[in-house]
């Protein structure tokens, strides 16, 4: 074992199985090792690397805040973090924003936005939020509370009240669950990342939207990993022709940088007042110059060039030898495979391209503009791993 790999071992709280490799720098979709390695970056650290690696733009923009100054508290006001609300709103039709750090931050704030308004409006008794099966949320208690998977409840018991599962793409899961408890809000995510990348059917979700309007129940998609043009649209929600109340996102909002925001509409808008919630850091101006970089670019023919490199793959490995099925929706992809998914995954590193898996399959979240031979070299490694 490598000396570093050695300390992690020894002073890092050992939650994360690692493979071994020791990233240093990289540039664009290329990531190198201490040796001087390299690899194609077909995971962006999680959807986070929206444009790749050092992205210039981006740092660009990151330096330049850094120049002027570091962090505001939020008791004054900070040129980057309206600008990137303003943007989010107008890019949304959505009205106000909260920023946090993190995927698990934004969703908490929309969880205290559902039940605060539906305490209001329909009694304190009405708290209850329904999310589905298989689904991801986050890691603290009450955002694990919310995750559809009870492997991830395992020893951490009693998590928060008030959230029921419901089982992805039946409607009626939903409805029954609502008519058994009273209930606050739904929460989704369109495409089920850490699940395996399994995008909603699109009648579930406009059929989920109508009964939440006719219920007022508060509809929040969870687009910490979909969002921020991963799925061809700026936000998965746009997919379905729908409007939700309440859209978290997070990890590529930031290119990098940890920022997380829950965007309001209309009618959340102004639930949230004084007092009600806070973090020291949320709306950091580094973290939220680099992220109004992001969305700023996010435009029709990046858009395009996501679907067109979507595309590419989808055609490129269903029906591969070795390959059983593809899924997902743009540049987020699951794979599933012959062999099992992380052998697949060590395979590819030893022959210089870096995966991820999603629960039994392999899964791709390469950067946006990741260059069309690069991933064209990546694809085909990754076919010939899988048919081996
Ligand atoms: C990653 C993820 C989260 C948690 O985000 P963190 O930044 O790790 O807290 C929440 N929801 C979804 C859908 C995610 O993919």
């Known amino acids: 074992m490598s000396d570093l790999q050695d300390r992690d071992k020894n002073y890092v709280a050992g939650t994360y199985s690692r493979f071994p490799v ?14 001087g ?13 929206t444009f790749g690696a050092c992205d210039g733009i981006w740092a660009e923009a990151v330096k330049a805040q850094l120049d002027r100054v570091q962090h505001v508290s939020n008791i004054f006001y900070s040129y980057p973090c309206v600008e990137l609300a303003e943007l989010l709103c107008k890019a949304t039709g959505m009205r106000k924003v909260f920023f946090g750090n993190s995927g698990a931050e934004a969703n908490e704030c929309a969880i205290k936005v559902a039940r605060k308004y539906a305490a209001e409006r329909h009694g304190v008794d009405c708290y209850n939020i329904i999310t589905l099966k298989n689904s991801f949320h986050g890691r603290t208690i009450t955002t694990l509370a919310a995750t559809g998977q009870d492997v991830f409840h395992k020893n951490f018991q009693p998590l928060t ?13 939903v409805k029954d669950l609502a008519s058994k408890f ?50 061809g649209k700026l936000y998965a929600y746009m997919n379905y022709g729908i409007q939700p109340d309440l859209v978290t996102t997070a990890k590529g909002l930031g290119g990098g940088l940890p920022i997380g925001a829950c965007i309001f509409g209309g009618k959340v808008k102004d639930v949230l007042s004084y007092g009600d919630h806070g973090s020291t850091f949320g709306g950091n101006p580094i ?30 490995l269903s029906g591969a030898d070795g390959i059983v099925s593809v899924n997902g ?34 899964r791709l979240l390469p950067a946006l503009n990741i260059p069309f031979n690069l991933l064209e070299k990546a694809i085909e490694i990754i076919k010939q791993v899988c048919a081996r």
């Not at 929040?220 to 043009?229: F, K, L, R, S």
């Not at 929706?329 to 012959?338: R, V």
């Open 287 to 316: 973290a939220a110059a680099g992220a109004v970089s992001i969305i700023k670019r996010l435009d029709e023919s990046v858009l395009d060039g996501v679907i067109k490199r979507s595309n590419y793959i989808f055609e490129n």
């Open 22 to 35: 020791e990233i240093v720098k990289g540039k664009g979709s290329l990531l190198y090792d201490g040796d």
């Open 182 to 231: 009273k209930t606050a809000a739904v929460m989704i995510e369109c495409v089920q990342g850490e699940g395996g990348v399994l995008p909603l059917e699109e009648s579930f979700v406009k059929g989920l939207y109508n009964f939440c309007v006719e219920k007022d129940i508060l509809l929040i998609v969870d687009e910490v990993q979909t969002g921020n043009g991963r799925t």
């Open 329 to 362: 929706m743009g540049l987020m992809i699951g794979i599933q495979t012959e062999k099992p998914a992380k052998q697949v995954v060590t395979e590819c590193i030893g022959r210089g391209v870096l995966c991820l898996t999603a629960k039994d399959r392999v």
């Open 37 to 49: 390695s390299q690899y194609i970056d077909m995971g962006t650290g999680i959807a986070v690397n």
């Open 161 to 173: 009240p008030g959230f029921a599962y419901a089982d992805a793409n039946d409607l009626q899961s």
